[in-house]
């Protein structure tokens, strides 16, 4: 799910030039309210996107739905790290950084993240932190100095992530588990 015509736009130019235009799409929506019907995809990701969810649960249960039994949800997210101190002024300080300059609702920590794809139903599998920040925009150099000093300190005090990967499965159900896992 895209939010604006020209990512879709380039999306589907980018399925097409690539020859998968019969097993990928781009589409436009509300990925909190995905106009899609259930069980309908082998595989789905989030790069650095599903963070901008009001609520975490609600957005990994959209995917949940459409997944078909037994398929995968590749999530790479921007988290806050088992190191972050609610109480400590340093890290709450970058924590704001990060939000403000971003446009980030309350960061959610790794734990959450894990747990709201349970909570949706996943299988979480596979957990990575790859500790990559991302480079800052001339264009918006106000509101990303901000949001870069507060992902250079939290970084500085291991108490954030930009590149935090879950892999989670929708499980089988008995019926299909009995038949081989074949769909």
Same mark, same amino acid.
């Given at each position: 799910m895209l939010n604006?015509?020209?990512?879709?736009?380039?999306?589907?130019?980018?399925?097409?030039?690539?020859?998968?235009?019969?097993?990928?799409?781009s589409l436009k929506g509300d990925f909190m309210n995905m106009p899609?019907?259930?069980?309908?995809? %082998? &595989?789905?990701?989030?790069?650095?996107?599903?963070?901008?969810?009001?609520? $975490?649960q609600g957005v990994y249960s959209e995917v949940y739905r459409v997944l078909k039994?037994?398929?995968?949800?590749?999530?790479?997210?921007?988290?806050?790290?088992?190191?972050?101190?609610p109480n400590n002024a340093k890290h709450l300080t970058a924590k704001a950084e990060i939000e403000?300059?971003?446009?980030?609702p309350d960061i959610r920590t790794t734990r959450q993240c894990v747990q709201a794809?349970? %909570? &949706?139903?996943?299988?979480v599998?596979?957990?990575?932190?790859l500790c990559? $920040?991302?480079?800052?925009?001339?264009g918006a150099y106000n509101v990303l100095t901000s949001a870069s000093d507060g992902l250079l300190k939290g970084g500085r005090e291991?108490?954030?992530?930009?590149?935090?990967?879950?892999?989670?499965?929708?499980?089988?159900?008995?019926?299909?588990?009995v038949n081989g896992g074949n769909l």
């Open positions: 604006n015509d020209y990512h879709v736009s380039r999306g589907k130019e980018h399925i097409f030039s690539a020859g998968l235009s019969e097993q990928c799409c899609i019907a259930d069980n309908t995809f %082998d &595989a789905a990701y989030a790069i650095q996107a599903t963070c901008y969810a009001p609520e $975490a039994p037994g398929q995968y949800f590749a999530l790479d997210e921007w988290c806050l790290t088992d190191r972050f101190d403000l300059g971003d446009g980030l794809m349970k %909570d &949706a139903g996943f299988e599998n596979t957990l990575e932190f990559i $920040a991302p480079a800052g925009s001339v291991g108490i954030f992530t930009a590149s935090f990967f879950v892999l989670g499965r929708k499980p089988l159900k008995e019926t299909e588990i």
